[in-house]
Each structure stands twice: as C-alpha cells, then as structure tokens.
C-alpha cells in the first residue's frame, strides 16, 4: 500500500475509534457476508484435514494414556453443536452442511436439545400426546444428515437427556407437570425416581438401535458416533445447590426422603446412634456481629458501593414490617443499574469470619416490584472471594423474613457482608438485619430413623443442622448421583451395547470423582454469557457485558483447567463467546491456544444454529455462530492451534490430588456450577496458562515428575506458557494482549494499537481501531514455514461487528432486546503491518472475498533490510488475506 493510503486508512480508524463510545454504527463498516454452502477450495479449505469417512478405523476409544484414539492414532475433535430445528435439515441441505462444517475443520457434531421440542424442531413426534414416540420423518432427517457428516469425515455426538418435558401422559404423577416450570427441575426427580429413569431408558433405546438405512448401522453401534451423553448440565447435588431439590412436589420428595432414611439406617443403625453424631456440634446463636442492625441509627456503620455507570442511594425510613424487629428500616433507590450484580452494594465491612463455622444471617426486605435480589458475605480486600454465603431471594412489594444459616468457606479477618438489589431501576427496603454466630442443630424433636421421619435437608436452612448432618446429607446425595450415572451407563454398554464413549454430564454440574467412573470428561463455559434481571430468558430484557477476555487474566479457561481429571480424555463440548458483544473474534482463537497448550482432547463452540434458516445473512441471537462472520472466519487459526497442533503441550503439569473424601469436604464449601476443582485443593488459577493442570480422583497415581499445587505459586501480569509460545500480557493495565508464537501460527489478540510484536522474526503491528485498539490479528501456515520461502499463509484480522441498524439500548452496548437489526452483518476493516523475514520480491498477497478466493491484490513493500512488508486496513474490505511466499 502506498504511504500515503496507508497514513489515511489509519486516520480513518482513528475516526473510527472517537466515535466507538456511540450507540449506533462506528463509521466505516462494511458488509461481510459468509455463504451459508460455501466450500470451494482454497486457502481457507480445511476439509483436506479431515481423516474420512469417519469410523473407518473404528470405533473412538480412550487410550491409557488418558486421549483419544481413532484405530491406532491419537485424534483431537474440533466441533459445533446444534440445537433444535438445526439437528434435523432437509436431505437436499445436510450435504452441503456436512461439506462447509468440513471446510473449517469441524470433525465432530454435537447434536443438543433433539427431545425438547416435536418435530420438525426436535424428534418428538409431532401428533404425540406424550414424550415418548419419536417422529419418523424425523429420524429420517437425522439419518440422511449423520451420514453426509460421517462421509466427510466428521463424527456424531448424541446427547439423549436434555429439556425433555415430561407430563402425565408419560405415565407419570400428574404433580410431575408442577415440577416443570424451571427447566430441568423435572430431570432432578430423575436421579432417584425410578419411573424416571426407565423412561430415560426407553427414549435411549428407542434412539439408538434405530438402524439407520443409509449406513447400515444402528446408533449404538455405528463407529462414527463418537459420544453419547446421558444427561445435559446435570446433578442431584448441584440441583440441590440451585434449590431445585426443594422446589419438587411432595410425591417425590417422599421417595427421596425414603431413601435418605434407608441410607442413615445403613451408616448409623438407630435413632440414638445418629443423634450423638449429629449432635456433636451443635451450637446456638451468639452476639449480634453487626453495628447499628436495626437502622435506628440510619445508615451509620453501613456503607453504598456504586461501581461503572451504576446510580443510587440510600436513606433511613420510618416504614417498618407487620411483626416489626425493632428500629427502622433503610430504602434503597436504584435510578440507573449497573451491569453486574455487585455494581450497587449495601454492606457491613471488618467482619471476622471463620472457617468451618456456621454464621445465621437475618433480614427482612421488600421491594416496589417483584424482582430478585441477592446477599453474600465476601473478602473486602482483593482477590474478592465469597467466603461462604451466597444466596438469591426472590422479593414482592410485601415485607418478608428471611434466614441464612451457612457454615464459612473461608477464614477472613475483615469480611464483608452484603445486600446486592437487582439489575433494574426501583425501591428496595432492608429492615431487622442481623448477622450472628451459631444457630445450628442437631437431630430434630420427633425424627426417628425407626419411623422413616428424618427429614430431608433443605439447601435454604442445611446450615441449622451441624456439620455432621451436613456431611451425611452430601454423602447420600453422592451415594444417589452415583447409582444413577452408573445405573444408565451400564444400560447403555451392557443392554444397548453402545460402542461410543459414554460422558455423563459436565464436571462443574457433578463431581470429578463421579464423572471419572464413565469413559469421558466434560466441561462447558461461556464468555459474558447473558444475564437476565427479571424473568428468565426473557428476549427483552437482557445483559450481555461489552468485555475483552484478554483482560480477564484467563477468563473462562483456568475454570476449565481445573475440572480436568487425569487419566480421561478432556472435552469442552460447549464453549460461547455471547454476542452481541463485539469481541467476539477472540473466543475461538483464545479457547484453542490454551486448550492446545493443556493438551485436551475435544473443544467445541456453542453453537453452530438453533434453526434452518440458513441463509440468514445477519448475528441471530447470543450464541449462533454460522451466520457471525468474525466466529466463523477465527475458526480457521484456531483449528491450526489446536485441531493439528500447532501450539504445543505444557511441558509439565500440575496435579491436584482430590480423593472421594476430599471431595465430600469440599461440597461443603461448594456452589452450584463450580462444584469442586483442582482450585479446592490449592492450584491457583494463573497455573493454567503456565502449565497443565490435572485432578487425581480416587486411587489415581501421580505421574511422574507432577508439580504439586505448592510448586505452582505463580505471580506478575505478564504470564507466559511453560513452553514459551503463549504470552498473557496483563502489564499494562486495561490493554491486555495474548500472543501465540509458534512454528506455523502467530497472533496477536487485543489491545495491540500502536505497538510492534515479533513473532520468532514475523512482526505483527496492530493498528487504531473502533474499540479502542482491540483486534485480532492471526498468521497461520498452510503449507510451509512462514520463516522460509515457499510457504502459503492465511491471514485474520477481525474486530467489531455488527448487524445492520442494531437496536442498541445503552452507550455500553450490552443489550439489544429484540432489536437484532437486518441482514447484512456490518464488520471492521482492522489496520495493521505484517513483516516476514523474506524478501519482498518473493511475496504476494490478496484480499480475499466472502468465499475466501482471492480478489484483489495486496501491495507488497519492501520493509527493514527488504524484508517483504504487507499493509492490511478497511480499503480492502475483508476479515482474511492470503500470502504467498515462492
């Protein structure tokens, strides 16, 4: 590019980054559009690393070595999942799906939510009274698609429980209905409620020796299913972390408050026997913890934290609840809410909390509109970790009481209990707070072993048992998850005789220990995934947080590091990055660097479509990837990071020993999610951009040469991968940027403007951008050695993006509503210079069009010393270029 082009296209982004703070379309954004059944050859054609038909070596297997195996080599698995009508498209489509899934390297289909909904957006068949017949037409599509995937060489993943809804028709109670109003609150009573499970059962045999015509094979034994998994984002504990257990109807909390005595009669014998266990510890309340509790005083000894650009206040009022506590109460007015929950705080801070203890929280609150609220106790120092409550109360403009009875995670010295009103403008009243030691028993009056009478702990009031109570109750629920994951995998491998690999649900929503009992572990995790502050999933009223994960130090991946189990196979079968924040391009390109670096063996992003609309041309909603052309076009640098293993494993690993009792201890710290980790035994989060990090679950071995978590204390913000490749550079505060240096595959990805990185002798310097200099800049090799003539190279450079008259509603961009905008999706032109250490005379280069063919060609400068200089920027009107270097 001529200088002086080169000068106005960088004053043109700059222009660009002035106005970004706007709502509305930065200037100088132009359509960019990916077709829908491209896949025609070129450089952006990845289909040739596909080793098809899928399943011709045999069926995937786990190896010793805890990875993946296709007959005799290792295999990694690069994939999308699908959701709804998308699962099942016409016969004339599912060819040309299979083949552009093929193009990005996509070697597996994870097919999510086919038993919600009747056909043709799900496999229920769509006259059905009940859930139990599946649709012919149906299965028909789901063969002719299976078949087209496994012909291109992409595997099958089925997953046979997700938001199926079971009703009375199933032969069910009809009290089954009253359970369905949260998704999955049904699936909870599936643990131990065996009419349940036989219609689990039923539903997987149904579908999986269905024999597909096409192929000759039934699902259960056809190579090219890689996967089968019983039962999506799923527990018994977890569901009674989330409250879920304590929210099903009576029929079948009576099964399970059966069994729970059955299970003490077993461990304990007698009434008397369990009584002195439980009773050990039993503690009643003592002093008040908190200053000026009742608001006599006003607000004195509490304090209002307002964060970004969140607006309220607080005064003293007189009005106070019908059985008042004494005092005055306080109201709470939020004018403008922030965008997380903590960005407005009432709090009591310097409190000392000890660990193992439990502590009773009490308050009366209402507010001027139905909503949620949340309350907490929390480190009022960094790194700001919630030391044992956290709770979500559902408030009306009528005054209610609540109790929190929690035993502390954590020892803190000053400690900070606090009251977070919801993520809406209004009035919120606190009145007769009070925070206390104690408040914990033992065996209740009238519970007898004998009589079957002991109740059911519920999660709201477990911290009134002791710890011992405590303890029993998680054991059980352990001992009930166990059975049933055990129970279903048994059933799939010894009656169905299915040859996949069987995952059970993701470690976060169970337990590493649970989860290492079946052949596979899995995780998911999503980037700023939306919020809702009023009703769930409601299409209005919605946050997505406008936030690059560079600065995040790790952001979702150390989560998923720590919740990996040696000795298995490592998957991330779900992993998003939610639009409409327009970072997006750094998701894949992130997740892939570090899953490569962890040496996991399975990431997949979520999710490729909920519908056949494929022809789009515009961002469908938070998660859909097939119509987002900065997602799609990443994809390419990514799959080279991690599908062929361009950036290489951790040369050493840090294992955390987590056996069946550890674990038991640690639920009892645990929230619903997060579960327990390698982050409950010591490893820090910052090991895992530094080293592997892995879980030895019950009677493991170590490897040999394993650091232990001591040997991983890490520190500093600029964070670098044990082998040198990858960098997280969080030294400048706010502008973080990740590097990936590599043989074959360089970036840069975020705040890069205005800075030169070089690469092992390939200099990438990011330009201005309209977000404040983010972007990200990949070089990838498809052939050759991007050091050394003769090379064929693939360029990304993505930034913002945008559909067409986006509804905006605030200056932060967090939220739409249902203001998606109109095709076509507007995207950045990002500036930079590449260098490359050949002559220029033997470099060419193009702007590639929506197809990735080439369309214009690039200039190529000589730069220092003559090495071959190419300028990217908006003129060309493109997300990817090629280089070629002869």
Known sequence: MPRLLLVLAVLAAGVQAAR?????????????????????????????????????????????????????????????????????????????????????????????????????????????????????????RLDAFTEALNRKGTYVYLCLLNYRRFTAADGLPPEIEQAGSVLQRQHVAGFFFEPLIALQKEYARALLTHRNPRSGFTYADSPGVAFVEINNENGLIHAWLRDEVDALPDVFLAVLRQQWNGWLRARHGSSDALRQAWGATAEGLGEEMLTNSDFAHGTDGWALERHGVAEATVVADREVPPAPPGGQSVRLTVTRPGTESWHVRFEQTGKSLEAGRSYTFSFWARADQPCTARVSTEQGHEPWQNVGLVATVALTPEWQAFRFVVPMRLTDTAARVIFDPGLRAGEYWLAGASFRLGGVNGLGDGEQLETGSVATLRHVRAGERTLQAQQDWLAFLWDTEDAYWQGLYRFLKDDLGVKALVIGTVVGCSTPNLMA????????????????????????????????????????????????VLGKPHCVT????????????????????YAALQDWDYVSTSRYSHDTNWDLRRIRNYFDIDQHPTRMVTLIPAAAMFLRGDVACARLVVVAVLGREAELAALGRARAWELVGAGDVGVPRQAALVHRVAIATEGQPLPPGALTPAEATLAGDRIASDTGELLWDLSDPGRGVVTVNTARSKAVIGFGAGKRYDLGGVVIEPGPTCQEGWSAITLTALTGDPLRPS?????????????????????????????????????????????????????????????????TPVAVQPGDGGRALVAIGPEHRTLWYEIQAD
């Not at 998911?524 to 919605?542: I, L, M, Q, T």
């Open 20 to 140: 970004a703070g706007e709502v509305g379309v930065p200037d100088g954004l132009f359509p960019f559009v990916l077709p829908w059944d491209d896949a025609s050859s070129g450089v952006t054609d990845l289909s040739g690393w596909l080793r098809g038909p899928a399943g011709a070596s045999g069926a995937v297997r786990a190896g010793s070595d805890g990875h993946l195996y296709a007959g005799g080599e290792r295999i990694r698995f690069f994939g999308v999942d699908l959701a709804f009508s998308a699962n099942l498209p016409r016969e004339e489509d599912a060819p040309r799906l299979a083949a552009r899934l093929a193009r990005f390297g996509v070697n597996i289909v994870r097919f999510h939510i086919l038993d919600m909904r009747r056909f043709p957006d799900g496999l229920l068949a769509r006259e059905g009274k009940d859930s139990r017949a599946l649709d012919p037409e149906a299965l028909d």
């Open 791 to 855: 090379c064929r190279m693939l360029v990304t450079a993505t930034g913002y993006v945008q559909n067409t008259n986006m509804g905006w509603k605030t200056p932060e961009k967090t939220s739409v509503g249902r203001q998606w905008g109109e095709a076509p999706t507007l995207v950045e032109g990002v500036p930079g210079r590449i260098t490359l250490p050949v002559p220029a005379a033997a470099v060419k280069a193009w702007a590639l069009d929506e197809r990735g063919q080439r369309r």
């Open 517 to 564: 009992r079946l052949d596979s572990v899995d995780t998911h995790a999503y980037w700023c995934h939306p919020s809702f502050p009023g009703r769930p999933w409601d299409p209005e009223n919605w946050v997505v947080s406008n936030r690059s994960m560079v600065n995040d130090r790790g952001g979702t991946l150390p989560g998923l590091a720590l919740h990996r």
């Open 574 to 593: 779900e992993y998003g990055h939610a639009a409409p924040n327009p970072h997006a391009g750094e998701g894949d390109l992130l997740r892939d660097a």
